[in-house]
């Protein structure tokens, strides 16, 4: 008997607050070649009973007999699942029902692109919407994306499960963002794309792996070094203290000094040019500087997104933005 098409791996530790919202959301899924693998870290609270409580056929329940962390979880997931995808779920997210449908539909019609994304509802811990997350859409400019921070959420990830455990060996053990690493090992061999509808409500919360990297001296070297690895191979005409200046500018947080951030997404367009890829199109890369600014002040204090950042920088600073220059050209044309 085959598997099924999609196996949802779904990690637990400690996670009852909101797990059961969450496992319902995929059992609400308009697509139903699937199978839900949930795999429960050694939780000390209620996680493992809940999961046991679902009677549905589709739900696989494993248990770590002690916490191994994310990253060994995850990888337990990749061994044990049984379908040729692999779409993540977090056990305080909420998948969209069309969610699947419109991702399997996406990837069976487009078979060269291994993994895909989509942009995300955030939501704070008690579920209120407090913004959106923009993607990039096509493969440059989650390319580009990946240069500066995390493309879309792990939540929203489908990927080809025999190609990431097989050529990319799996999830590797890092501090903080296994997944930001994995994104950027298979967009340097592959197109990565995202679907611009909201799939999922991602929520926001203090915990969090990015956020515990902005904060933490090891993880966030970790988190450079990754951007910079990704720069080398879709920007080529970078050189090295170019991908250190860029680098640097990542914090996860809103920038804390505005001409090093505009400065360094001048010189990523430059590296772009000066390799074998072209930049984004300016349309694109003035909605990217639009989210990219909205997301970051979002996570930090909730404010009223691109002009409040912007107000908290040199206004002067705009006319160095990058797609102002594209948009000049384009009107030479």
Request: proline share 4%.
């Amino acid at each position: 008997m085959s598997g099924p098409a999609v196996t949802v791996l779904l990690p637990v530790f400690n996670g009852a607050r909101h797990l059961r919202e969450s496992v319902a959301s995929i059992l609400r899924q308009r697509f139903c070649d699937f199978e839900l693998l949930a795999i429960d870290d050694g939780s000390t609270d209620d996680s493992a009973a809940l999961l046991f409580s679902f009677a549905d056929p589709r739900v696989r329940v494993l248990r770590n007999e002690k916490n191994l962390g994310l990253v060994a979880t995850l990888n337990r997931g990749l061994a044990e699942a049984r379908g040729e995808w692999i779409a993540r779920q977090d056990a305080d997210d909420i998948s969209a029902p069309g969610r699947l449908a419109a991702q399997m539909a996406f990837v069976r019609g487009n078979p060269s692109v291994p993994l895909i994304g989509s942009d995300a509802w955030l939501i704070n811990d008690g579920g209120r919407f407090c913004g959106r997350w923009r993607t990039g859409g096509h493969a440059d400019l989650v390319s580009w994306d990946l240069c500066f921070r995390a493309p879309f959420a792990h939540g929203s990830a489908l990927f080809r499960r025999d190609l990431v455990r097989e050529r990319f060996s799996g999830y590797r053990d890092l501090h903080a963002c296994e997944d930001l690493d994995l994104w950027s090992r298979v967009a340097a061999e592959f197109p990565v794309v995202t679907l611009r509808a909201p799939l999922v409500k991602y929520r926001l919360h203090d915990a969090s792996m990015m956020a515990a990297a902005a904060t933490d001296e090891a993880r966030l070297g970790e988190v450079r070094t990754i951007l910079k690895d990704h720069m080398a191979g879709v920007a080529p005409g970078l050189d090295r203290s170019e991908r250190e200046c860029i680098a640097e500018v990542w914090s996860g947080r809103r920038p804390a000094n505005w001409r090093r951030y505009f400065d360094a997404v001048r010189m990523l367009e430059l590296g772009f040019l000066r390799g074998r890829r072209k930049p984004p199109g300016w349309t694109r890369l003035v909605a990217e500087q639009h989210y990219a600014l909205y997301f970051q002040e979002k996570r930090t204090d909730g404010g009223g997104a691109f002009l409040k950042a912007l107000s908290k920088g040199n206004f002067g600073m705009i006319l160095r933005l990058p797609w102002l220059r594209m948009l000049a050209a384009g009107l030479r044309k």
